[in-house]
């Protein structure tokens, strides 16, 4: 991960969790449904927990569950662990369940990330990753930035291009020691009401525009956004929120 890159979750660690829009929650939620289910004995990583999405389903599942919860980011790790300790060198073959949700394309050396995962899960253990194919706010986003000024090159989100691919994904699980690797698709939503959140923590993105072309922009924005948006179930309620594709790596040890 770019020290940029770093700086800006270390920031955003305080708004991250409006501005998911409780889309990595629902493919957390979703993934750990494919794999083995967590038991009272479980050994789990939460690798690259960020405020810790993960590790807080796993124990809603399963409390007594042992959890490491690892980040890079000692912001993101606070919100998980008031003392901000970080853990020692994990042998291996320790964990039986290992969930990496949204963070193996952040890593500098993602097969590196991918051979961690590989040497810390126990044989007969199971592992997800998870990336993006498709994020559906960026075309209301570059549609309103191309309102504010027409003929600019379009928003792109920093992530390269390769990671948007499934046999990307897989190929880095591969390269890191896993035979078994299924990658499945997964469709969530991204709600409407954290959109102006995002917004803000993607601001520093549009430099060069007047403080009225960034409002003008948002407003341009979130009309893009409703229009786009469906009515989908979140926690009991229904929402309006745009379409998130994502891959879903399914890798057995
Ligand atoms: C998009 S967030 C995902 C957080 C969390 N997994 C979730 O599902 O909400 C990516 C996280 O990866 C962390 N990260 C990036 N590179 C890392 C690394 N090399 N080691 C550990 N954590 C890292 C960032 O600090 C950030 O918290």
């Known amino acids: 991960m770019s020290e940029h890159a770093l700086g800006h ?151 390269p291009d390769v990671w948007f691919q499934a046999e990307h994904l897989e190929e880095t699980m591969k390269d890191g020691g896993f035979e078994d690797v299924e990658v499945v698709p997964m469709e969530v939503y991204y709600a409407i009401d954290s959109l102006p959140a995002l917004y803000e923590s993607f601001r520093h993105f549009f430099t060069g525009l007047t403080e009225e072309q960034i409002s003008q922009m948002e407003k341009l924005f979130m009309g893009n956004a409703r229009a786009d948006g469906v009515i989908f179930q979140q926690d009991g309620q229904e929402l309006l929120g745009l379409r998130m594709k994502a891959h879903v790596a399914v890798c057995k040890k």
């Not at 960020?50 to 490491?68: K, M, N």
């Not at 706010?137 to 792109?156: E, H």
């Open 9 to 159: 979750f270390e920031q955003a660690a305080d708004l991250y969790d409006k501005t998911t829009g409780g889309s990595t929650r629902d493919v957390a939620i979703r993934a750990l449904d494919l794999l083995p289910a967590v038991a009272p004995d479980s050994i789990v990583l939460d690798n690259a927990c960020g405020t810790g999405v993960v590790t807080s389903e796993v124990l809603r599942r399963e409390p007594t569950a042992r959890v490491h919860a690892v980040d890079f980011a000692a912001n993101m790790q606070r919100r998980l662990r008031p003392d901000g300790r970080r853990g020692p060198h994990v042998a291996d073959c320790t964990f039986t369940h290992s969930i990496t949700n949204f963070a193996l394309h952040l890593f500098g050396d993602a097969s590196k990330g991918a051979e961690h995962i590989y040497r810390t899960l126990k044989p007969g253990g199971a592992a997800v990753v998870t990336t993006w194919e498709e994020l559906g706010y960026i075309p209301p986003l570059q549609k309103a930035q191309l309102g504010v000024r027409p003929g600019s090159t379009p928003f792109r989100i920093p992530i």
